[in-house]
Nanobody, 124 residues
Framework: QVHVKESGGDLVQAGGSLRLSCAASGIIFNIDFMGWYRQAPGKQRELVATTSTTGSTNYADSVKGRFTISRDDAKNMAYLQMSSLKPEDTAVYYC??????????????????WGQGTVVTVSS
């Protein structure tokens, strides 16, 4: 089983910064995709930023220029550096990771794991 855990959420003032961390644990052969998503109260979950092993990244228009996604494959971790935070950034932030891990029969199986989220609250 591959488990994902987010951390770093906090209460910050508008204009401040936060760095979220996403740790994937378990026996992992490789991770091919990691992404950050968020869900504000009463709204749908939305993509924030994604990264692949090719180095490609994708950002929501609302966070371009303010957020940066990065990854450390040696540690099975991803990060989201958030700057110039706005009240509208307030949400529960989730990390998703996909890749391959050994199954119970020893064969590689694809996994798609989500964390439970970390709360980011930006006050005005």
């Amino acid at each position: 089983q591959v488990h994902v855990k987010e951390s770093g959420g906090d209460l910050v003032q508008a204009g401040g910064s936060l760095r979220l961390s996403c740790a994937a644990s378990g026996i992992i052969f490789n991770i091919d995709f990691m992404g950050w998503y968020r869900q504000a109260p009463g709204k749908q979950r939305e993509l924030v930023a994604t990264t692949s092993t090719t180095g490609s990244t994708n950002y929501a228009d609302s966070v371009k220029g303010r957020f940066t996604i990065s990854r450390d494959d040696a540690k099975n971790m991803a990060y989201l550096q958030m700057s110039s935070l706005k009240p509208e950034d307030t949400a529960v932030y989730y990390c998703q990771t996909t890749g391959l891990s050994p199954g119970s029969d020893g064969a590689m199986e694809r996994f798609d794991s989500w964390g439970q989220g970390t709360v980011v609250t930006v006050s005005s």
